[in-house]
């Protein structure tokens, strides 16, 4: 059967412990690990998701949060479709950790790549540091999709993925 094939490359970026390998391995597996161990460099995962007569094809690279591999992280940066920033919300530290690397992907990314902010770990609300309207309204002042994720209850996370082809395609709908 006639299909239309898209390509999405995604990069992965936040500080450390943030849920970056959560989220994707909940993407990618509909699967979460309580305890899982800490990325080392980059990797990616594929995914395909099918919408109508479109398959999406996502390749996804996951980094280490880790100051030394920013060089290493925006040699990846460079050629992404779109790149998903995340932090926790029980963390202000991890909040202003996503401005930090903002500001340095701003510098680097096509004027047509996809921001997506992700407020990961919905699930622990009680314990959130950053109001849901200061995260929006700075995703909004630096042109970014915002959505709240749980890679451990599977809370937004697909929802990130379909509004980044939606945003590239806007003929999948
Ligand atoms: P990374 O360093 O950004 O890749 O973060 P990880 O994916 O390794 O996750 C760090 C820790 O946070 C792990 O113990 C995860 O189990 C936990 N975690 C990740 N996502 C969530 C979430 O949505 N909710 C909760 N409660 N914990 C999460
Ligand atoms: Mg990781």
């Excluded at 990618?28 to 007569?53: A, C, E, M, R």
């Excluded at 109001?131 to 929006?136: C, L, T």
């Excluded at 700075?138 to 599977?154: D, E, Q």
Aim: charged letters at 25%.
């Amino acid at each position: 059967m006639w299909h239309n094939n898209v390509n999405v490359k995604v990069v992965l970026l936040g500080d450390s412990g943030v849920g970056k390998s959560s989220v994707l391995l909940r993407f990618v597996d509909n699967y979460f690990k309580q305890d899982s161990s800490p990325t080392i460099g980059i990797s990616s995962l594929k995914k395909t998701l099918h919408v109508n007569d479109t398959h999406i094809h996502f390749d996804i690279w996951d980094t280490a949060g880790q100051e030394r591999y920013r060089s290493l992280t925006s040699m990846y940066c460079r050629d992404a479709n779109a790149v998903i920033l995340v932090y926790d919300i029980t963390s202000r530290n991890s909040f202003n950790g996503l401005k930090a690397w903002y500001c340095g992907l701003k510098e680097i990314i096509k004027n047509s790549t996809i921001i997506a902010i992700a407020g990961n770990k919905e699930d622990l609300v009680e314990r959130e540091e950053i109001p849901i309207d200061e995260a929006k309204e700075y995703a909004n002042f630096i042109g970014a999709i915002y959505a709240k994720t749980s890679a451990k209850s599977n809370v937004g996370v697909e929802k990130i993925f379909m509004d980044i082809a939606k945003g590239l395609c806007p003929d999948i709908n």
